[in-house]
C-alpha cells in the first residue's frame, strides 16, 4: 500500500504536527456563582466541585484561575428572595450586591474579562426572563427593563453583557442604551440559539431561579430547530452582536458548526450545567476516565467550530494543561 494513514499517527511528535483543533485556555469562559454574604461557600449539590461564593472567597477563587491563564469569567447573582419582584427592579438598585461585587473585581483583577448575564428571572419574582402580565410573557415591554439593567452593568464595570433572555429586539435595544450612555467599548454576546432544554436543571438549583409556573418554551428555542438559528443569528448581527453563543453545546454541535459557517463573528458555546454534572457523575462512579473525557468533550465543541467555550471546566481544563505541559 502506498498511501497509509497510520503513518501521520506514528508518534505524538507527528500526530503533533497534524492536529487539526487546538483548544486553548484563552479561549475559555469560567462562569461562577456569587451570593450576598461575602464570606459565604455553598457546594452545589448537583454541580460537583461548583459553589456559590460571597466576595471574599470569589477574589480567591478568581486569582487562582488568573494564575492558571484563566481571564474570562461569567457572573451569575444567586439572589434572595426577599430582593425579588415582578419587575426585577432590585437589578438596578445602587447597593445591589452582584453590581458592587463586580465594582470591586475589576479594580482587584484590570486583566481580567468580566461578563455579566442580562434577563429578570435571577431578580423576577416570577422566575421567567421575561414580565410577565396576565399569565404571558411580554417581549416589546421587557425590552427596557433589560436594557436599563444592561446600562447598570456597564456602568459598574462589566466588559462584556450577557442577554441570555431570548426576547426578540433585545440586542438592538441593549446595544442602543449602551451608546446613547457611552458604553460603545462594551460587548454584547449574545444567547443567539438557547434552547428550551433538559440540561439546565442544575444551573436552575444553583440560582433558584426557575419559573414559578409554566415554562420557558415561548422564548426559548425548539431543540428541534436549526434553520431558526439562522434567523436568530442574522438577527442578532444586525442588531449590533459582537459574538453570537449557542446554548447547549453537546447536543447542539451541528447548530454550532452551522452558524460557524454563516456568520463572520466570533461563535461561543455554553457546556451547561447538565452536560457538566453527567460527566462528573460518571466519574465519580469510575464508569468513565475524567481526565481523559474532560478535555475531549471541550475539544469536541471546539472542533465544532465554537471559538469561544463557557464552560465549568474551565479551571480545571487549565490545570490538566498545566500539567501535561
Not at 26 to 55: C, H, N, T, Y
Not at 243 to 270: G, N, Q, R, W
Not at 295 to 315: H, Q
Request: proline share 6%; hydrophobic share 40%.
Amino acid at each position: 500500500m502506498r498511501i497509509r494513514p497510520r503513518r501521520n499517527r506514528v508518534s505524538p511528535a507527528v500526530r503533533g504536527m497534524v492536529r487539526e483543533t487546538r483548544l486553548s485556555v484563552d479561549q475559555l469562559i469560567f462562569p461562577l456563582f456569587i451570593v450576598e454574604d461575602a464570606k459565604a461557600v455553598q457546594p452545589i449539590q448537583s454541580m460537583p466541585g461548583m459553589f456559590r461564593r460571597g466576595l471574599d472567597p470569589l477574589k480567591k477563587e478568581i486569582e487562582e484561575c488568573v494564575n492558571l491563564g484563566v481571564v474570562n469569567f461569567d457572573l451569575f447573582p444567586a439572589v434572595d428572595d426577599k430582593y425579588k419582584d415582578k419587575y426585577a427592579t432590585y437589578a438596578l438598585q445602587p447597593d445591589n450586591f452582584y453590581l458592587n461585587a463586580v465594582r470591586e473585581l475589576k479594580r482587584e483583577f484590570p486583566m481580567a474579562m468580566f461578563m455579566s448575564d442580562v434577563a429578570m428571572d435571577p431578580y423576577s419574582s416570577d422566575g421567567h426572563d421575561g414580565l410577565v402580565e396576565q399569565g404571558q410573557i411580554v417581549n416589546d415591554e421587557t425590552l427596557p427593563i433589560l436594557a436599563a439593567m444592561a446600562v447598570a452593568q456597564a456602568e459598574a464595570g462589566f466588559d462584556m453583557i450577557g442577554p441570555s433572555d431570548m426576547m426578540d429586539g433585545r440586542v438592538g435595544e441593549i446595544r442602543d442604551a449602551l451608546d446613547a450612555n457611552g458604553y460603545t467599548n462594551v460587548g454584547i454576546m449574545s444567547y443567539t440559539a438557547k434552547y428550551a432544554s433538559a440540561f439546565y436543571g442544575p444551573f436552575r438549583e444553583a440560582l433558584d431561579s426557575a419559573p414559578k409556573s409554566g415554562d420557558k418554551k415561548t422564548y426559548q428555542m425548539d431543540p428541534a430547530n436549526i434553520r431558526e438559528a439562522l434567523r436568530e443569528a442574522q438577527l442578532d448581527e444586525e442588531e449590533g452582536a459582537d459574538f453570537l453563543m449557542v446554548k447547549p453545546a453537546l447536543c447542539y454541535l451541528d447548530v454550532i458548526k452551522t452558524l460557524k459557517e454563516f456568520s463572520t463573528l466570533p461563535i461561543a458555546a455554553y457546556n451547561v450545567s447538565g452536560e457538566y454534572a453527567m460527566l462528573k457523575a460518571a466519574a465519580e462512579r469510575g464508569w468513565i476516565d475524567y481526565e481523559r473525557a474532560m478535555p475531549e468533550m471541550l475539544l469536541s465543541i471546539s472542533r465544532s467550530g465554537a471559538d469561544v467555550i463557557l464552560t465549568y471546566f474551565a479551571k480545571e481544563y487549565a490545570q490538566f494543561i498545566r500539567n501535561h505541559q
